[in-house]
């Protein structure tokens, strides 16, 4: 069964708005989770890693104050894509690491009018 | 960001025929990962393999880790129809105590009844 459950898998909003993105470990605790974004037919490219009680690491190139990550606890993290525009949309999926196995969330598909 | 050099990059092929596909790195890996993923969905790990020269096997599935940790591939034997789907390769050196999996561009596979 699944062991990463994301929350909404599909959202629309318009121009300016903010979007939070749920990403929850399910009968594990994460210290540690990644969120990646994949646009169409395209790979899967890590923007940052998320940590509990601290804060997350982004990658180069990956704005923290559009994209803010928050993990309050160990098993969910959240990402708030704000002030969202048409170019944030994309397909962002969350994962954990068990054993140092990667396991993928459902993804959520943003679409930004 | 960095990307995982993947072939190739899609492939029809008939139901029933082998199918390759490999990943190649200019970095040591310390472990691989394949997955599949559906339309819009998360990937789904398929193998995972952790030592040099490894060969790992997941039903018709069978994947090993090069010799020198900077390459895997993957076979799929006897394809059916549900085989259809994107492929992905994930390596991962470790450092600092996590794991941050970079993924190869993708083997986009179409099988042929």
């Known amino acids: 069964g699944a062991v990463v459950s994301q929350h909404p898998s599909r959202v629309i909003c318009k121009s300016g708005t903010s979007v939070k993105i749920e990403c929850r470990s399910l009968d594990f605790q994460a210290t540690t989770m990644f969120w990646y974004r994949q646009f169409p037919k395209q790979s899967l490219m890590l923007m940052a890693t998320s940590n509990e009680g601290s804060k997350a690491t982004y990658e180069q190139g990956v704005e923290k104050d559009k994209f803010l990550i928050n993990h309050a606890s160990l098993t969910l993290s959240t990402l708030t894509v704000t002030s969202a525009h048409p170019e944030d949309s994309s397909f962002y999926i969350c994962?954990?690491?068990?054993?140092?196995?990667?396991?993928f969330g459902e993804g959520s598909r943003l679409t930004v009018l | 960001g960095q990307q995982l050099n993947q072939s190739p990059q899609s492939m029809f092929i008939q139901e029933g025929e082998d199918v390759s596909m490999n990943c190649t790195s200019s970095?040591?890996?310390?472990?691989w990962l394949w997955y599949k993923q559906d339309p819009g969905e998360g990937p789904v790990l398929l193998i995972a393999l952790y030592k040099a020269g490894e060969l790992t096997s997941n039903g018709r599935l069978t994947a090993q880790f090069g010799i020198t940790r900077k390459d895997s591939f993957l076979n799929i034997s006897a394809s059916i129809p549900s085989d259809v789907g994107i492929y992905f390769c994930?390596?991962?050196?470790?450092?600092?105590?996590?794991?941050?999996?970079?993924f190869g561009t993708g083997t986009r596979l179409k099988v042929l009844a």
């Open positions: 970095s040591i890996f310390n472990t």
């Open positions: 994962s954990a690491i068990i054993n140092g196995e990667l396991f």
């Open positions: 994930a390596g991962a050196p470790f450092t600092s105590g996590t794991y941050k999996y970079i």
